[in-house]
């Protein structure tokens, strides 16, 4: 790649991965990896949904091993980097109980071109739910269920 070229080889300096336990505002995730070379920001507003195979969700509770997730999200976003051609990636995840609606996961990656940005996006919320210490506990009005990585996979 030339040396103008704004896409990264690595995890670049405009990169984040993030735990909060606080709302996440999707549209300032967004924002923070929109540089002027880049014609395409691409980002994933995942929430807590009301139905899950048949059942009515109450809320969830999402715990990580902080630690090690961020140092799963940034081997990611290096390896996002080596795989598609896109400028930066930002991953924010909350944990904590979340309210039906609620924003679990932002994963915003912005690119020169929209393909490669739609691309690493798909790949890095599949790899996140494969790989990253974070597990969701569903709760029901008759129980709960901790689930083990990706329970319900849009393919």
């Known amino acids: 790649m030339s040396e103008q ?27 923070r990896v929109v540089p002027r070379e880049c014609g395409a920001t691409v980002s994933l507003d995942g929430y807590a949904r009301e139905w899950t195979k048949g059942r009515k969700t109450e809320y969830l509770v ?8 961020i140092t799963e999200m940034e081997r990611l976003g290096r390896d996002a980097h080596k795989r598609f051609e896109i400028a930066h990636v930002g991953i924010v995840h909350r944990t904590g109980r979340l309210e039906i609606g609620d924003t679990s996961v932002v994963i ?20 996140l739910k494969k790989t990253v210490p974070i597990w969701k506990k569903e709760v029901f009005s008759d129980g709960e269920v901790w689930v083990e990585g990706d329970s319900n996979p849009d393919t």
């Open 5 to 31: 070229n704004t896409v990264c080889d690595y995890r670049c300096p405009l990169d984040f991965f993030e735990l909060t336990k606080e709302p996440i505002d999707v549209g300032a995730v967004a924002r």
């Open 62 to 69: 999402y715990e990580a091993y902080d630690r090690m997730a």
């Open 108 to 127: 915003s990656v912005s690119a020169p071109h929209r393909r490669a940005a739609f691309e690493a996006c798909q790949w890095l919320i599949s790899e």
